[in-house]
Nanobody
């Protein structure tokens, strides 16, 4: 069974950094595009970033451009989301999602078939 597992969330002060990881069990991520999403209480789920299977294609939401960086290490079967200059409005549960052979086109509304359970990110002083 394909499973995605997020880690790296936590409590951080405004301006701080966190690195989220998305790992996989039961399959290798090599040919999968990975999307990161977040959902804050009372708000709709929001697409944050996406990376294609080769790592050469990346997309970002306008709200995180210049602050967040998505990357992948296929040797470690892991995709990362480096989050810098965090703001209170970044507080949310962050999820990763995967699909084979996808190129991150319109990832914000794409129906990814595989999802992790999420990791909480709280930005507060």
């Amino acid at each position: 069974q394909l499973q995605l597992v997020e880690s790296g969330g936590g409590l951080v002060q405004p301006g701080g950094s966190l690195r989220l990881s998305c790992g996989a069990s039961g399959f290798t991520l090599d040919f999968y595009a990975i999307g990161w999403f977040r959902q804050a209480p009372g708000k709709k789920r929001e697409g944050v970033s996406c990376i294609g299977s080769s790592g050469s294609k990346t997309n970002y939401a306008d709200s995180v451009k210049g602050r967040f960086t998505i990357s992948r290490d296929n040797a470690k079967n892991t995709v990362y989301l480096q989050m810098n200059s965090l703001k209170p409005e970044d507080t949310a549960v962050y999820y990763c999602a995967a699909d084979w052979g996808y190129y991150c086109l319109d990832y914000e509304i794409y129906d990814f078939p595989y999802w992790g359970q999420g990791t909480q990110v709280t930005v507060s002083s």
